[in-house]
Structures are given as C-alpha cells and as structure tokens.
C-alpha cells in the first residue's frame, strides 16, 4: 500500500520534472578507485560542516542580537538559558574551525592530486573562491560574541587591511564603519556573516558541486596512465560511504563540542587597553606572524605593505593555478610544484607553530 | 582735512606700538644675589642650585622676598643694608616666624594661591615641636626640617620630601635616628614597625597612597601624640563604620572608664598586622582572651561570633572548589559567581559587624552569607550535575551515531558482496 502510493508520488513528480533522467545520470556515474581514493572524502566532509553550519547558524539566529550592547549578553543567554543553547553555540564554533581546516587540507590534497588539470580548471577556480569565503565567514563570525579575544584580534586584523596600497584607508573604514570597532562593525560583520558571505558561498558551492558531478572526480596523474581501471559507482556506493563518514565526523564534532564547549571569554571593553599577546584565528596566523618578521622598511617601501602585496598575489597565484601550471595540461608533473606545495605547508604550520609557542613580540 | 586726521591716526599708532613694546626692550632687573651667590662656593652657592625648582621661585619671589635687602643693588653693603630690612640667615628657631611671615597672612597668600592654609604658625605653636622650639630646643623639627630650604616643593609633587610615599621617611630621618632622638626620652622604633605593618605595606611597598602616613594620625603642623581617649577618633578617619559599631558596644564604656586605648588595645599602633579571623575568639592568636577569662559571658560571644564567620568561610570554601570544577568542565557560572561574591560580601561585612561584640548581629549576618553560598552552592552542583548529563547524553548520541555509521558501513558490504 505505502509502495504503491510512493511510486504513485513518484510518477507524478516525474511526468512534469523528468527525475528519472537525473537519477539516470547518478546511478551511471562512476568514481575511479586507487590509492589516493581517501582523499575524495575531503571535499563531502568540508559540505557536510557547512550544512551543520548553515543549520546551527540558523538555530542562534533566533536569539542572537547583532549590536554592541547586547551581542555578549544574547551569546550568553543562548549558553545558560536557551535549551540545548551551550551544544548548538559549541557545535557552531567547533564545526566553523573543523570546516576551515576540511577546506584547507581538501585544497591541498587536489593540489597534489593536480585534480586543477583540464577540463576542471573552473573547478579549481570555484573551490579557492570558496575557501576565500570560508575564511571571511571565519573572520566576520568571530566578533560577533563581541569578547574581549574576538574585538582585539577584529582591530588587529582591520588594522592591517589599512596596509593594502591605495584603498587600504577605505578598506578599513568599509569594513569598521567607521574609524574604531564600534556597533557599526558588529552590525556590518553581522550582515556580511550571514546574508552576503553564505549567499555567495551557496552559490559558488552551487557551481563547484554541480562541475564535479558533471565532469566526475579527477583521476590522480599516477592512476591516470592504469591500463585497468577500477571505479565504483557513486549512487549508491560512494554516497552511502559519504555519509558513513559525514557520521563519523559528526561523532567527532558532538565529542568536542560537549567535552571542550567553545569558551565565551570576558565582554569586549573598547576602552580597555590591548591585551598583551592577543592573536587572530589560528587560520590568520601564519600570515599574522610573517608580517611580523617583515622588516619595516624594505629598500624604499613600507615593510607590512609588501607583505600584504605578497598575500595579494599568492592569492592571485592559487586562483589562477590551473592555468600557470601548463605541466599538468600536459598530464605531466613538475617537481617545483610539488616542492613548492610542500613547502607552502610546512612554512605555514612553522609560523603557526611560531605564533603560539615563539617569543612573543 | 582727511589728510590731517591720516597723520593723526599714524601718529597715535606708533604712541601706542611704543609704549607696547616698551617693557620688552628695557634691560630686565638684574637680581644681584643670585648673581653674586652663583660665584661662590659651598653652601653659599647651595640656594642658588636648588632655587631653579622652588616653589617661591617659581611664583616670581626672590631671595630678598624673604631674606629682605635690596636685590638690585651689586654693592655688598648697600644689598645687605639692614635699613632696607635685610635679615640673612635666621637662626634655626626663629624658621617658624621667618616663614610664617607670609604663611600666617591669608591677604597676603591669597595672591599665590587662595585655597592654601594660613594657620600653620599657629598650629605648629601647639605641637610637641612648636612647644620645644618656644623653650629655645635647637634640634627640634621647624619648617625646613619636613619641606627642605630654598629648593622647595609643592606636597604634590612626588619628589617633594612631604609628598605621601617620602613623608614616613622624612619624619623617621629624625624620630629613628637614635643618636639624635636620645635627649628626648621617645621609641626610635616607630619607621620599623610602621614599615611592617599592614599601613607602611601598603603606602611603602604597594605605592597605595589612600593608605596613612604618619601625619595622618599625627597631624603634620601639629604634630602630637594622640591621647588615649582619641585614638579610636584618629582610626575612624578612615574606618569610620567600625568605629561607629564600636562606639556603641559594651567595649566603649570599659575602655573609656580604664582609659584603654579603643582600637590600639587589639590592633596595635605603629605595627598594625593585617586582621585575620585567629584574632577573634580563642586559640593562638587571639586577643579576646587577653582580657576576657574563659566561661565568661564576653568569652562565650567571642566564641560564638568565630564559629559563625568559620561556618561561613567553610561554606564558601566548599563552593568556590565546586564552581571552579563546573568552570572547568566549561559550564556557564557568571550567576553562580555572583551569589559567591555576595556571601563573600557577607563575610566581609560579618567581621567588620565583630566591632559590635553582638554574637546574635555577627550570627544574623554570617547566616545571610551561608544562605547566599548555600545558593551558589546549589547552582554549582546543579551546573556539575548538568555536565554529566551532558557526558551521559553524549554517549548515547554517540552510541546512535556510530550504529548508524555501523549499519550503513555493512550495508555499502553487503550491497558490494552481492
């Protein structure tokens, strides 16, 4: 009886939509298996965070209250008063670093994988976007509790978008709303937390998913040349181990969530002096620690300005990776990319490792 | 006619530049003691190094101003004509007088300062050093002794010798100094113990200049030796509601009629140690028990008064141990705290409320503060009670989870196998 009302429902959605067609294309498509297969996890867990994201985001926003005077103290009802508040507070904040950390190393593994070779250039494109997203939902997310940690570490970090050449000054005042951090940051962070950024980040994501699903998951340069080739099917096989894993994951995020709950720290006092030692996220450091180390005057130019620029064209660099690489559109490998990769993670996780166990300047 | 008024008005425009700018161009005054002083030597030059700093200086006085003399003349005899008032240097009891010349004058002080005092004279004419000086004492504290001489500073000034932190010190460059103080038959000992009592702590070593110095129970102009009877008035200048408490208990009566000094009995005077709860009731420490034998009436409300502010510290002890373990597990305490903070408050105020020697006030209060920490005591178990629901609640979700995840892994081999 229920059989037969869900395929009458079935058919009736499909006579006007075509949903077989699409399931047609899902049962066909296929994943290539090979030793780097693991990997392919990376991009459904970074999806699977942004999900639990989207979904405790929506969840605080019920309470939370985007103002100077009242963030701390609606963050802090949410925590004491709001039933299951403290686990859906924990979860979010817990869920938010898990996501930038899939993001990275997601970006890696493709980069090493050169997933970036042709026809998936725009794939590549798409996902460093996205991760760009992903850090400026990390940055405009961590005010918003308005803490003594997450204001300082906001005026350190506005501070130096003041260093980009030209629009520095208007960058900064754009993104404080004025000269200070004040109730117009926190509004306007607010706005670009959950409105701007997630609408971008959903439509970009948009784009990402639905180019791997049409060009399928790149084989890795190493498994490319097999005369056998083995492949599993992605409905329902490599979706059914997508979500093994995404329960996985969300094991992992409940354990840290309850056992460690996101501290909520002391209320931002803008009168307050800069407390000694405060740090942006732990994703900035690298490149909070490198300006550090920058000398204030190189030859003629300003020290911190370079090192921005620097960030600038890195940044420009992985965007436009599929197309300075012209090795892998050949589907050959070039050692210096490789090393270079290498290197790029290791000096990251140097300067991480410099920022929070080095001298502290 | 136009032309006429022109030159007028260009003439009475250079009249008036040139009376302007008249006092610009003629040669300033020159001051000839300070010009002859400055070639001299030794303590004949010493006015003129520190005077660059001294507040008189600093106001447009000079030596004449004081010494009297006619600075403008550079003729010894003519600069020093004693019919021109010159006085040099007074003799060392004669300061009071030589100072209080202006000091004494509100008119006069007006000038330089309207809110300045203008009755030191008169008090240091009352105080044990006034006394002495006015029986020709030549060692005997006079202005310059606290304020220095000619490099003068304004009290404010840190680095004047009177400014709060330095005061002890001034005074003890004298009363400490055995050698000089032998004539006087006083303690020399009073630096050393004030230094280490709970008052020198906190102005010598903490900087905290709400704390007293010695002319703040002394007096400074008038300094004198605080009678028996006005020892409690001299403490509540800054403890004003023990001393309120105090004045209306049994104690009053008893020291007033012994003659007993009210809060120096228990407290001590120069070397006043910290309060701790050991000195109420009995035991090591105590000061109850120096007057009070056991059994008594007085004794028994010591003990009394003790048993209720340990109680309450037990109580607070036990749940400031449990909310740190809730914080620690990373529960939400901020209300919690706050009834911790008030029973602490309670604590406070219980042992100023000892002053009344009232076992039933002390009690009152000590049982508002164990209410108040039973409270939070409450709350922190319920927080640590919260906690492991949460480790209990979390296991099951796990649990779920991970059948879930079990489930869905057999059937992915299953499927896979067939």
């Known amino acids: 009886m229920t059989e037969l009302l869900i395929k009458k429902i079935y058919n009736w959605v499909d006579e006007r939509y075509q949903v077989t067609d699409l399931t047609g294309f899902f049962t066909k498509k296929t994943v290539p298996v090979h030793k780097h297969f693991v990997w392919y996890y990376l991009g459904g867990i970074t999806l699977f965070l942004f999900i639990v994201q989207v979904a405790t985001g929506i969840l605080l926003l019920f309470y939370y209250k985007p103002t100077a005077a009242e963030a701390y103290e609606s963050v802090k009802f949410i925590t004491t008063k709001v039933e299951f508040g403290w686990l859906v507070r924990s979860v979010h904040s817990w869920s938010a670093n898990l996501m930038v950390f899939s993001a990275f190393v997601h970006l890696f593994s493709t980069f090493f994988l050169k997933a970036y070779r042709p026809p998936r250039e725009l794939t590549w494109v798409t996902g460093s976007g996205l991760l760009f997203i992903v850090m400026g939902l990390g940055f405009t997310g961590y005010l918003l509790p308005w803490n003594e940690l997450s204001f300082f570490a906001t005026k350190v970090g506005t501070q130096m978008a003041g260093a980009v050449p030209v629009a520095g000054e208007y960058l900064r005042t754009i993104l404080r709303g004025g000269d200070e951090i004040s109730d117009a940051t926190i509004t306007r962070f607010f706005a670009l937390h959950v409105m701007v950024l997630p609408i971008a980040a959903v439509s970009l994501l948009g784009l990402h998913l639905i180019m791997v699903q049409f060009q399928g998951m790149s084989e890795p340069l190493s498994s490319a040349k097999d005369p056998v080739k083995k492949t599993m099917k992605f409905f329902p096989n490599f979706l059914l181990r997508d979500l093994v894993v995404w329960l996985l994951i969300l094991a992992g995020l409940m354990v840290l969530s309850i056992m460690f709950p996101w501290e909520l720290g002391k209320k931002a006092d803008p009168f307050a002096p800069t407390p000694f030692g405060i740090k942006p996220e732990w994703y900035f450091l690298w490149m909070f620690q490198t300006l550090k180390y920058i000398p204030a005057k190189i030859f003629m130019f300003d020290g911190e300005v370079l090192g921005i620029l620097g960030f600038g064209a890195a940044g420009v660099g992985l965007v436009l990776l599929p197309f300075i690489d012209i090795w892998a559109r050949r589907e050959k490998r070039n050692p210096v990319f490789s090393i270079l990769g290498v290197f790029t993670i290791i000096y990251m996780l140097f300067m991480t490792y410099l920022a929070y166990f080095g001298p502290q300047k | 006619m136009k032309k006429v008024q022109m030159h007028k008005k260009v003439s009475i425009s250079i009249l008036v530049l040139l009376a302007l700018s008249a006092p610009c161009c003629m040669a300033q005054e020159k001051d000839y003691c300070v010009e002859c002083h400055k070639t001299l030597d030794g303590s004949a030059k010493e006015p003129v190094d520190k005077i660059s700093h001294d507040v008189h200086s600093k106001r447009g006085l000079s030596c004449a101003d004081c010494h009297g003399g006619d600075r403008t003349k550079e003729d010894f005899d003519e600069a020093k004509d004693p019919a021109k008032g010159f006085i040099g240097r007074p003799k060392r009891n004669e300061i009071p007088g030589f100072c209080g010349k202006c000091h004494s004058d509100p008119a006069y002080m007006r000038r330089y300062n309207p809110n300045i005092q203008t009755d030191q004279l008169a008090k240091y004419m009352e105080s044990q050093h006034g006394k002495l000086n006015a029986q020709g004492d030549q060692k005997v504290a006079v202005c310059i002794s606290c304020h220095d001489v000619h490099g003068i500073r304004e009290k404010a000034d840190p680095r004047a010798p009177i400014f709060i932190t330095n005061a002890p010190m001034r005074c003890a460059s004298c009363h400490a100094d055995k050698e000089y103080m032998k004539d006087y038959s006083i303690p020399t000992d009073q630096m050393e113990e004030y230094s280490h009592g709970v008052h020198g702590e906190a102005l ?132 919690t705290k706050y009834f911790l903070d008030e029973a602490n408050n309670s604590l406070t105020k219980s042992r100023t409320y000892v002053h009344t020697f009232s076992k039933e006030t002390v009690a009152g209060i000590a049982k508002e503060g164990i209410d108040l920490a039973l409270k939070a005591k409450d709350k922190a178990r319920k927080a640590i ?22 489930v869905l892994y057999l059937k992915i081999r299953n499927m896979e196998k067939t």
Not at chain 2, 234 to 241: K, M, P
Request: aromatic share 4%; proline share 4%.
């Open chain 2, 204 to 335: 010598l070593k903490k900087g905290d200049r709400g704390a007293p110095a010695c002319h703040s129970c002394h007096g400074s102009h008038d300094a004198a030796l605080p009678r028996a009877i006005a020892v409690g008035n001299v403490c509540a200048q800054c403890h004003s509601l023990t001393r309120d408490l105090f004045a209306k208990s049994p104690h009053k009566a008893a020291h007033d009629r012994m003659g007993i000094p009210e809060c120096e009995a228990c407290h001590g005077n120069h070397k006043i140690a910290r309060t701790s709860d050991e000195m109420l009731g009995t035991g090591p420490g105590s000061v109850c028990e120096k007057c009070h034998k056991e059994g008594s009436s007085p004794y028994i409300a010591a003990t009394s008064m003790k048993t209720s502010i340990e109680t309450l510290k037990g109580d607070i002890k036990d749940t400031e141990s449990m909310v740190k373990d809730a914080e620690r597990m990373g529960i939400e305490v901020s209300e």
């Open chain 2, 385 to 406: 009670g919260e906690f492991n629901f949460r480790r209990k609640w979390l296991a099951a979700v796990i649990g779920i989870i991970l059948l879930l995840a079990a």
